[in-house]
């Protein structure tokens, strides 16, 4: 399946809309790790740990989107847009 950003795909013609789909992680945080993250901003540095936990998490709203617009018979999601703050995904789902 073909997950774009984009609103078109310039080798594909969109035939059939077949509406939104979405996919949401909500990921907890450890409470050490919230202290030493901290510490590591003070200081200066990336966290690895959040940076780990925020792949996975975003791998995890795209794969959930993906299943939904499977299970909608859908070629390809377009206009994916990620978003942070909730960690989720969302686009259209679309047939060529």
Known sequence: ???????TLETHKVKQYL?????ETIIGAN??????AGIRDIVG??????????REAKDLALKEMQE??????ADAVIGV????E???ASGTAVQF
Do not use: C, H, P
Request: net charge neutral.
């Open 45 to 54: 540095g990336r966290s690895g740990s959040y940076e780990k936990v925020l």
């Open 81 to 84: 847009d990620l978003d942070y």
């Open 19 to 23: 509406g939104i789909v979405t996919g």
């Open 31 to 36: 409470i050490f790790k919230d202290f030493f």
């Open 68 to 73: 939904q617009a499977t299970r909608l018979g």
């Open 1 to 7: 399946m073909i997950i774009s950003t984009t609103n």
């Open 86 to 88: 909730t960690v989720g």
